[in-house]
T-cell receptor
Framework: GAGVSQSPSNKVTEKGKDVELRCDPI?????LYWYRQSLGQGLEFLIY????????KSGLPSDRFSAERTGGSVSTLTIQRTQQEDSAVYLC???????????FGSGTRLTVV | GQQLNQSPQSMFIQEGEDVSMNCTSS?????WLWYKQDPGEGPVLLIA?????ELTSNGRLTAQFGITRKDSFLNISASIPSDVGIYFC?????????????FGKGTLLTVNP
């Protein structure tokens, strides 16, 4: 597609439920990132995928968070047993190879009630 | 980990005024980037700086990569209402982490017409 597409744009879930957030990167972009943006905070790195290499998961805050990228394209971020502190905007970004500057999606606003 | 200190946190200015914001870091970065985020959207790249001392302009925007590689500033001249938004600085490191961006906490800009 023309840009990075994320779905859903908004998600309200009950504490303890699992959620899946989807990211469809720009076609041909080999690098894909997930960031989290909490209210009044900067963007917090979560995970990085590059081609067929092992992902860098060093930013995932707990083992309740996981992500996968199938076929080098679409990525899914899964949060299990959601907690209220998981409420944030989850942003996906992609870029071609080693080029600088990501292209971000519009994000998924997650609210855990 | 690496942290960026971005200031000011917020600014309220009149249309037509000039604006300046900056970021400092305790670590060296190889690339400095400035992003703008509109409500409900992901950040959009404004300016990328690749060399220490580099001064780059993009329309009414001017940004500089500090000589020490530990700071950067962004100036907006003759502000207009559509400049409203959150501005983020971001630094890209070197070596094994050169694919990650570290973000400041953002500067919220409000422009009064």
């Amino acid at each position: 597609g023309a840009g990075v597409s994320q779905s859903p744009s908004n998600k309200v879930t009950e504490k303890g439920k699992d959620v899946e957030l989807r990211c469809d990167p720009i076609s041909g972009h080999t690098a894909l990132y997930w960031y989290r943006q909490s209210l009044g905070q900067g963007l917090e790195f979560l995970i990085y995928f590059q081609g067929n290499s092992a992902p860098d998961k060093s930013g995932l805050p707990s083992d309740r968070f996981s992500a996968e990228r199938t076929g080098g394209s679409v990525s899914t971020l899964t949060i299990q047993r959601t907690q209220q502190e998981d409420s944030a905007v989850y942003l996906c970004a992609s870029r071609p190879g080693q080029a600088y500057g990501y292209t971000f999606g519009s994000g998924t606003r997650l609210t855990v009630v | 980990g690496q942290q960026l200190n971005q200031s000011p946190q917020s600014m309220f200015i009149q249309e037509g005024e000039d604006v300046s914001m900056n970021c400092t870091s305790s670590s060296i970065f190889n690339t400095w980037l400035w992003y703008k985020q509109d409500p409900g959207e992901g950040p959009v790249l404004l300016i990328a700086l690749y060399k220490a001392g580099e001064l780059t302009s993009n329309g009414r925007l001017t940004a500089q990569f500090g000589i020490t590689r530990k700071d950067s500033f962004l100036n907006i001249s003759a502000s207009i209402p559509s400049d409203v938004g959150i501005y983020f600085c971001a630094g890209q490191g070197s070596g094994g982490s050169n694919y990650k961006l570290t973000f400041g906490k953002g500067t919220l800009l409000t422009v009064n017409p």
